[in-house]
């Protein structure tokens, strides 16, 4: 049998039945979306332990110029290296039921390795057998091929030639391949010499025995790379990276420590209810609490009380929302792993994270409502016991706002707004908090396609083709220009740059594009430094990215670059923003001299046409007209598609603030409603002396209404200037992860005047119960409220 | 001579205001025996609610000594005081303060749950008892809404003597009871001192300090008058 204590407890929480429960309603939300976070997380963390780390991930790759066992032997037999492996990776265009792709096949010396970047078999043949290709599952559906059918590689410019897909295999070290629109496939060097490209291994890849930081990893690289040299071979690269993270972790970590941060606003949120909710019954209850403290209640069993209260919410809210969690947790964790490209493999979430949300869950309201509840129960019994009930006064704000123009009845709404001062600004502040990310996010989505129009601010053609072989120039143009739809065109030579370090390894390659003193299609839009002039001989513009990978590369620095292996020196003149691409431009001509060619590989098009379709057409005439002309096009791109990919990319983290916004918002209305519904039932015996004294049933609701209009002004306010630091983080984060946008110290206005009239819609919302009970309260019984 | 129930020595109350110190009460100097009925008057604020705060251990003496039943409340922690007061004092208010979603057994059980006292079939048992004693035993299950001020007042007598304690208090027990309902109170207090209570009742009536032993006057803080009256 439960004792009076807790039936009296249990009695008063049903007088505020819908207060509670819309405080657990609010909890409810709050916590499912964390926990839905942290499941997921978690789950990605075990599914990451148990696929990618268990996979053994090659911690260092090393580029030689010929492979072969005792090479690969000797530094298998370096003491700190647990296993070895061969590789070829050859960069081919792949065809499959007229889909072309760009793809890359790799070549292992060991198929069955266990030790180093284990393959896990997932369909059909494994190994692949010589003439037959195997593909990442990844890529599978992106290839367009399927098992069982086939898929035609062509590389280093020869002719296609039709391999069948034998199987299917999934390598957790990828990225991707629908993502990063690459086929990748898996090949014997039997199979690579069909192709007519070079068939031996020229990658040494190994596993360290020890778990070890990325520069002793570098320092055993060095090590194995003495030992090659030791016996005649020769590194030209080493490629070591972050050790123990898939390609995209952190990408995906900054993601959800993004995600958490909200998380845990969301939380407080929600707190800030509860500290209302209890608040407001121990206000009410203060002589009561005084009467329990006279019949020898210790402050222990008040605070036992209300806290048990608080307690049972956390649990009610707990129970509902762990389950709605781990539904959403669910397809989200999907989502991600297929992001990592890791299998789902263990749907269950791991019981820890189940546990550390139900006990999160269940404790934060009692620790939201930890201050409210010591302070009532250590009141003296004398000072409760004199506690006339609910006699707040806002009497000097009131005075205070007795403006001219300000009416009467509005007076009466922003006096009684301000009576309950805390109560006030926690309800300001919850709405304030979900307000404050919606601006951030809808600030940071401007930022984010003011950036991408900046970006592509310089890029004056429609579309783009990339050549499979370097062709010279001039005769690319001419045949490009005389196909009907194209305006104009402009061929640009790409190569691989690759920085010469100090130690004398060779950083990570990447793009070096041969701009013409003359470039009508391609401006640069430089941040720092200058662009290049007529006269500009070695000289470099990097792109920002660039500049921070290689911390060699700085403003006015001299930088030895390898360019088609040959060393050239340069000096770097200038920086663009080029978005999440690590790239360089030089002048045309000082290119061509450093590779002894004047050669392009890419070809810039302006199109007659600005309707998508029409476009389209050109292109294929055009990509036809240049094979014709014996130019092997390996793929075309749309400007305008690439714009909106890469801008979706980018806005897809906005959206999930904007998703976190509305649940904070609508956390938030609750609280709104939850503190109107409050303040009309303390306020039960002057509505009744209004009522009798003539006020109509649409003053009373004016005066609600008013009142929850007054809260939503200040919050609106408070929102405003909560975004400016919220906004500056957001950027700053989302600067760090994917790219940078410009910090903007004011919200932007649509987003403030859409942000103004969410909250009128949410303020009559929440205020339309509360206004009802006011209006349908009975003066007698008002009047009767002790 | 048996030693008295409660000691008063040189007892004053002191509460801080705008215009400098108030004295509520000054150089009280009270014995109170075992089994007496005593009846506090005074003119409104002469402190009488006051003194019984502090003889309930509610509030704390600004200087004195204060023993009740061999407890110095002066001395007792805030914690010892609670635990005191739960057993060692039954408190009766003017306006009942039943609490309002217990029913008036649930009610009179309340201070046993506090002070942990016996199982709970137990303290049903006992609390079905005091309210059949005070002749409310059929208002049990009622909420204190749907009792009269009577009933709310006989309930509430009921729950002050839930832990058996040897003295109650009580502050205008029957100021909001008319006089028939006032009477048949009083002389509920009466039996009780009879069967060994010992009672302080704050009062402004005259005809409940007919029923009480002695009487103390109280005029701006300091006792003027002190007399046994006998039946
Ligand atoms: N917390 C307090 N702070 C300041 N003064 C107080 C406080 N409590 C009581 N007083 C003052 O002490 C005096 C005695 O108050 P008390 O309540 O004991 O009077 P009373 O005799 O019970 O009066 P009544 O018959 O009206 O109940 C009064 O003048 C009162 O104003
Ligand atoms: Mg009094």
């Given at each position: 049998?439960?004792?009076?204590?807790w039936?009296?407890?249990l009695?008063?929480?049903s007088l505020?039945?819908?207060r509670?429960?819309?405080?657990?309603?609010?909890?409810?939300?709050?916590?499912?979306?964390?926990?839905?976070?942290?499941?997921?997380?978690?789950?990605?963390?075990?599914?990451t332990?148990?696929?990618?780390?268990?996979?053994r991930p090659?911690?260092?790759?090393l580029?030689?110029?010929?492979?072969d066992?005792a090479?690969?032997?000797r530094?298998?037999d370096?003491?700190a290296i647990?296993?070895?492996r061969a590789r070829?990776v050859?960069?081919?265009t792949a065809?499959?039921?007229g889909?072309?792709?760009?793809?890359?096949?790799?070549?292992?010396?060991?198929?069955h390795?266990?030790?180093i970047?284990?393959?896990?078999?997932?369909?059909?043949?494994?190994?692949?057998?010589?003439?037959?290709?195997?593909?990442?599952?990844?890529?599978?559906e992106?290839s367009?091929?399927?098992?069982?059918?086939?898929?035609?590689?062509?590389?280093g410019?020869?002719?296609a030639?039709?391999?069948p897909?034998?199987?299917?295999?999934?390598?957790?070290?990828?990225?991707?391949?629908?993502?990063?629109h690459?086929?990748?496939?898996?090949?014997t060097?039997?199979?690579?010499?069909?192709?007519?490209?070079?068939?031996?291994f020229?990658e040494?890849?190994?596993?360290?025995?020890?778990?070890l930081?990325?520069?002793?990893?570098?320092?055993v690289a060095?090590a194995?790379?003495?030992s090659?040299?030791?016996a005649g071979?020769?590194?030209t690269g080493?490629?070591?990276?972050?050790?123990?993270?898939?390609?995209?972790?952190?990408?995906?970590d900054?993601?959800?420590?993004?995600?958490?941060a909200?998380?845990?606003?969301?939380?407080?949120?929600?707190?800030?209810?509860?500290?209302n909710l209890?608040?407001?019954?121990?206000?009410?209850?203060?002589?009561?609490?005084?009467?329990?403290?006279?019949?020898?209640?210790?402050?222990?069993?008040?605070a036992?009380?209300?806290a048990?209260f608080?307690?049972?919410l956390?649990?009610?809210a707990?129970?509902?929302?762990?389950?709605l969690?781990?539904?959403?947790?669910r397809p989200?964790?999907?989502?991600k792993?297929?992001?990592?490209?890791f299998?789902?493999?263990d749907?269950?979430?791991?019981?820890?994270?189940l546990?550390?949300?139900?006990?999160?869950g269940?404790?934060?309201?009692v620790?939201?409502a930890?201050?409210p509840?010591a302070?009532?129960?250590?009141?003296?019994?004398?000072?409760?016991?004199?506690?006339?009930?609910?006699?707040?006064?806002?009497?000097?704000?009131?005075r205070?706002f007795?403006?001219p123009?300000?009416?009467r009845p509005?007076r009466?709404?922003?006096?009684?707004?301000f009576?309950?001062?805390?109560?006030?600004?926690?309800t300001?502040?919850a709405?304030?908090?979900?307000?404050?990310?919606y601006?951030?996010?809808?600030?940071?989505?401007?930022?984010?396609?003011?950036s991408?129009?900046h970006?592509?601010?310089?890029?004056?053609?429609?579309a783009?083709l990339?050549l499979?072989?370097?062709a010279?120039?001039a005769?690319l143009?001419?045949?490009?220009?005389?196909?009907?739809?194209?305006a104009g065109?402009?061929?640009?030579?790409?190569?691989r740059?690759?920085?010469r370090?100090a130690?004398?390894?060779?950083?990570?390659a990447?793009?070096?594009?041969?701009?013409p003193?003359?470039?009508p299609?391609l401006?640069?839009?430089?941040?720092?430094?200058?662009g290049?002039g007529?006269?500009?001989?070695n000289a470099?513009?990097?792109?920002r990215?660039?500049?921070?990978?290689?911390?060699?590369i700085?403003l006015?620095?001299?930088?030895?670059?390898?360019?088609?292996?040959?060393p050239?020196?340069?000096?770097?003149?200038?920086?663009?923003?080029a978005g999440?691409?690590a790239?360089?431009?030089a002048?045309?001509?000082?290119?061509?001299?450093a590779r002894?060619g004047?050669?392009?590989?890419?070809?810039?098009v302006?199109?007659?046409?600005?309707?998508?379709?029409a476009?389209?057409d050109?292109?294929?005439?055009?990509?036809?007209a240049?094979?014709g002309?014996?130019f092997?096009?390996?793929?075309?791109?749309v400007?305008?598609?690439?714009?909106?990919v890469?801008?979706?990319?980018?806005?897809?983290?906005v959206?999930?603030?904007?998703?976190?916004?509305?649940?904070?918002?609508?956390?938030g209305?609750?609280?709104?409603a939850?503190?109107?519904?409050l303040g009309v039932?303390?306020?039960?015996r002057?509505?009744?002396?209004?009522?009798?004294?003539?006020?109509?049933?649409r003053?009373?609701m004016?005066?609600?209404?008013?009142?929850?209009?007054?809260?939503?002004?200040?919050a609106?306010?408070?929102?405003l200037?909560?975004?400016m630091?919220?906004?500056?983080?957001?950027?700053?984060?989302?600067?760090?992860v994917?790219?940078?946008?410009?910090m903007?110290a004011?919200p932007?206005?649509?987003?403030a005047?859409a942000?103004?009239?969410?909250?009128?819609?949410?303020?009559?919302?929440a205020?339309?119960w509360?206004?009802r009970?006011?209006?349908r309260m009975?003066?007698?019984?008002?009047l009767g409220?002790? | 001579?048996?030693?008295?129930?409660i000691t008063l020595?040189?007892?004053?109350?002191?509460y801080p205001?705008?215009?400098?110190?108030?004295?509520a009460l000054?150089d009280i100097?009270?014995?109170i025996?075992?089994?007496?009925?005593?009846a506090?008057v005074g003119?409104?604020?002469?402190?009488?609610?006051?003194?019984?705060?502090?003889?309930?251990?509610?509030?704390?003496?600004?200087r004195?000594?204060?023993?009740v039943?061999?407890?110095?409340?002066?001395?007792?922690s805030?914690?010892?005081l609670?635990?005191?007061r739960?057993?060692g004092?039954?408190i009766?208010f003017?306006?009942?303060?039943?609490?309002?979603?217990l029913t008036?057994l649930?009610?009179?059980m309340?201070?046993m749950d506090?002070?942990?006292?016996?199982?709970?079939?137990?303290?049903?048992?006992r609390?079905?008892?005091?309210?059949?004693?005070?002749?409310?035993?059929?208002?049990?299950d009622k909420l204190?809404?749907?009792l009269?001020?009577?009933?709310?007042?006989?309930v509430?007598?009921?729950?002050?003597?839930?832990n058996?304690?040897?003295?109650?208090?009580a502050?205008?027990p029957t100021?909001?009871l008319?006089?028939?309902?006032a009477?048949?109170?009083?002389e509920?207090?009466?039996?009780?001192?009879?069967?060994g209570?010992?009672?302080?009742?704050v009062?402004?009536e005259p005809?409940?300090?007919?029923?009480?032993?002695?009487?103390?006057s109280?005029?701006?803080?300091?006792i003027?008058?002190?007399?046994?009256?006998d039946?």
């Open positions: 049998m439960l004792s009076p204590r039936r009296k407890m009695r008063d929480a505020h039945k819908a509670t429960a819309l405080a657990i309603v609010a909890m409810v939300v709050g916590l499912a979306g964390a926990g839905a976070l942290l499941a997921s997380w978690a789950l990605v963390q075990r599914v332990a148990q696929t990618f780390l268990a996979s090659v911690s260092a790759t580029r030689v110029e010929r492979v066992d090479l690969l032997a530094v298998r370096l003491p647990a296993a070895v070829r050859v960069f081919a065809d499959a039921n889909r072309r792709t760009r793809a890359q096949v790799f070549a292992l010396s060991d198929w390795a266990s030790g970047g284990r393959l896990l078999p997932d369909e059909g043949a494994w190994p692949p057998r010589d003439g037959e290709i195997v593909l990442e599952r990844s890529s599978l992106f367009g091929a399927a098992l069982g059918g086939t898929l035609r590689l062509s590389a410019g020869n002719d030639v039709a391999l897909v034998a199987g299917i295999v999934r390598d957790v070290s990828l990225p991707p391949g629908w993502m990063d690459v086929v990748y496939a898996f090949a060097p039997a199979t690579l010499a069909r192709l007519r490209v070079p068939a031996t020229d040494v890849q190994f596993v360290v025995r020890d778990a930081d990325r520069d002793a990893v570098r320092r060095v194995a790379k003495a090659i040299e030791a071979g020769r590194v080493i490629d070591v990276p972050v050790p123990g993270e898939h390609a995209h972790a952190a990408q995906m900054s993601l959800a420590l993004t995600q958490g909200f998380a845990v606003l969301t939380l407080v949120v929600c707190a800030l209810l509860v500290v209890v608040a407001a019954m121990l206000a009410a209850q203060t002589r009561e609490i005084g009467v329990m403290k006279v019949l020898g209640a210790s402050p222990g069993d008040i036992a009380l209300y048990g608080a307690l049972a956390g649990v009610a707990s129970l509902v929302a762990l389950p969690a781990v539904a959403i947790a989200y964790a999907a989502m792993l297929d992001m990592l490209n299998p789902l493999g749907t269950a979430i791991p019981a820890w994270a546990a550390l949300q139900f006990a999160a269940c404790l934060l309201p620790a939201a930890a201050l509840v302070r009532a129960s250590r009141m003296r019994a004398a000072d409760a016991l004199r506690d006339a009930g609910i006699a707040a006064d806002g009497g000097v704000v009131r205070r007795a403006l123009f300000v009416g509005l009466l709404s922003i006096g009684n707004a009576r309950r001062r805390a109560r006030m600004v926690l300001v502040l709405l304030a908090a979900g307000g404050a990310v601006l951030g996010a809808a600030n940071l989505a401007s930022g984010v396609r003011a991408v129009a970006l592509f601010a310089g890029h004056r053609y429609d783009s990339r499979v072989d370097d010279e120039a005769r143009e001419a045949a490009a220009a005389t196909v009907p739809g194209v065109v402009q061929a640009l030579a790409k190569a740059g690759v920085l370090h130690d004398g390894l060779d950083g990570d990447f793009a070096l594009v041969g701009l003193a003359e470039s299609l401006a640069l839009s430089v941040e720092r430094g200058r290049l007529a006269t500009d001989g470099l513009v990097v792109s990215r660039l500049l921070k990978n290689e911390p060699l700085q006015d620095a001299e930088v030895e670059l390898q360019i088609d292996g040959k050239t020196r340069w000096r770097v003149v200038g920086v663009v923003d999440p691409q790239l360089a431009y002048p045309a001509a000082a290119l061509d001299a002894g004047v050669l392009a590989s890419t070809l810039l302006k199109l007659a046409s600005s309707e998508p379709a476009q389209l050109t292109i294929l005439r055009l990509r036809a240049l094979d002309a014996g092997a096009v390996a793929g075309s791109e400007m305008r598609e690439t714009r909106r890469f801008e979706d990319h980018l806005l897809m983290v959206q999930f603030l904007g998703v976190m916004a509305w649940a904070m918002i609508a956390i209305g609750i609280g709104l939850s503190t109107m519904s039932l303390e306020r039960t002057e509505i009744g002396v209004m009522r009798a004294i003539g006020a109509s049933d003053a009373i004016t005066l609600v209404q008013a009142e929850g209009l007054v809260v939503c002004a200040l609106w306010l408070a929102s200037a909560l975004s630091p919220i906004g500056y983080a957001l950027a700053d984060a989302f600067g760090r994917m790219f940078a946008v410009p903007r004011w932007n206005a649509d987003g005047f942000w103004a009239a969410m909250l009128g819609v949410v303020s009559i919302v205020c339309a509360p206004a009970r006011a209006v009975p003066a007698a019984r008002a409220h002790a | 001579m048996p030693t008295p129930l020595e040189n007892i004053g109350k002191t205001a705008p215009a400098g110190d108030f004295h000054a100097d009270l014995a025996d075992r089994g007496d009925f005593v506090v003119a409104s604020g002469s402190g009488k609610s006051t003194l019984l705060n502090l003889l309930g251990g509610i509030d704390r003496a600004t004195g000594r204060i023993v039943d061999g407890h110095d409340l002066g001395a007792a805030e914690r010892a609670t635990a005191w739960g057993r004092v039954g009766v003017q306006f009942f303060q039943l609490l309002p979603t008036a649930e009610n009179v309340l201070p506090f002070a942990r006292r016996g199982t709970s079939p137990a303290r049903r048992d609390a079905l008892a005091l309210l059949d004693r005070l002749g409310v035993a059929d208002q049990a204190p809404q749907a009269s001020g009577g009933q709310q007042q006989r509430a007598v009921a729950r002050a003597l839930a058996d304690p040897p003295l109650l208090l502050d205008e100021g909001n008319d006089s028939r309902t009477q048949s109170l009083l509920g207090l009466a039996g009780l001192v009879r069967d209570l010992t009672v302080v009742m009062t402004h005809r409940a300090i007919a029923y009480a032993t002695r009487s103390v109280l005029a701006d803080g300091r003027v008058r002190e007399e046994r009256i039946a």
